[in-house]
């Protein structure tokens, strides 16, 4: 069974480190987020990127902030979000969304950690509207104190092959840094 993230270890996900190697705001819109967009954000947290999404996406746009966990939500609607971004609690592989609803549908850090990555990429690309991105950012495959054990990170090439096995087409990986990269795809219908 993968790893899973303590929800314990919160604080982690809004160090300073992690503004400063991936600055969501700059991230999402150099991933194509603009104005009017419904951004679907699969394991939000606490709103480290959904947050962004929601000043990105603006009061005409629209932001499914999803997690498994109802303490990361909490932890999310505690900071006041606009009333244009809602959480959702979510089952791993049954995102609580109908199909077509995403113009972005986003997952940081959580392909690793699913059991069934495929039944988690369907569901990704079930509720992306046909060619809107569908956007999988993941711990490099190296040994280093942060991030998860080195055995449940996946390589690029690994997603890339996943995309492709749940019928997604493959569109481009980008190294953010020497530790993470984004692999972007998109369903045609």
């Known amino acids: 069974m993968p790893h899973k993230f303590d929800p314990g270890h919160v604080d982690r996900l809004e160090s300073p480190e992690r503004y400063e190697s991936m600055p969501p705001e700059r991230t999402l819109r150099n991933l194509g987020l603009r104005r009017g967009m419904t951004f679907v954000d699969v394991g939000a947290g606490t709103g480290f990127f959904s947050l962004p999404a929601a000043q990105v996406v603006g009061s005409t746009g629209r932001v499914y902030a999803l997690d498994v966990e109802p303490a990361m939500l909490s932890s999310l609607t505690s900071k006041a979000p606009p009333p244009w971004l809602e959480t959702m609690q979510c089952k791993e592989s049954s995102l609580p969304l109908p199909p077509g609803t995403g113009d972005m549908v986003f997952a940081c850090f959580v392909l690793h950690e699913t059991r069934d990555p495929l039944a988690f990429l369907r569901d990704m690309g079930r509720v992306a509207k046909p060619y809107a991105p569908v956007v999988i950012l993941e711990w490099a495959k ?36 020497a530790s993470q990269y984004a692999v972007q795809a998109f369903k045609k219908r």
């Open 142 to 177: 190296r040994r280093q104190k942060e991030g998860p054990p080195f055995g449940d990170r996946l390589h690029h090439h690994r997603v890339e092959e996943l995309v492709l096995e749940a019928g997604l087409c493959f569109k481009s990986v980008e190294f953010f840094n």
